[in-house]
């Protein structure tokens, strides 16, 4: 399985397991539904829920004769491409005006959670 990113370079981890680098390979053994989460700095993270399904030669019963009277070896390679989005900043307008709002709840002795 391959995860490849636009831009390159983010990192990369499936079912909270890190594999590297994009682009990113790594074997699997096990087909179902797989979490992928790829960040990059300045990049928001994204976060995909991909159901992996078995190709033809895995399914049950056919399995046994792709895996043991194959002549051949069969390959399953997967990839996953991913467009990642900058992320967006906040106007400094609206942050100072929040942080102007806080300081002064904070000398009123209100105390709120972070957004």
Do not use: C
């Not at 190709?55 to 046994?64: A, H, L, S, T």
């Not at 399953?76 to 906040?90: F, M, T």
């Amino acid at each position: 399985m391959t995860v490849r990113t636009s831009p390159p370079g983010a990192t990369v981890s499936i079912d909270n397991q890190v594999i590297g680098t994009s682009p990113a390979a790594t074997s699997f053994v096990h087909y179902g539904t797989r979490e992928f989460r790829i960040e990059k700095d300045g990049y928001r993270t994204e976060v995909i829920r991909r159901k992996i399904k078995p190709p033809w030669y895995e399914w049950p019963g056919i399995d046994f004769f792709s895996e043991t009277l194959w002549p051949g070896e069969l390959r399953d390679e997967r990839i996953i491409d991913v467009q990642l989005a900058p992320k967006e900043l906040e106007p400094a307008e609206d942050l100072m005006n929040r942080a102007d709002t806080l300081r002064n709840q904070s000398k009123a002795g209100i105390i709120t959670a972070p957004p």
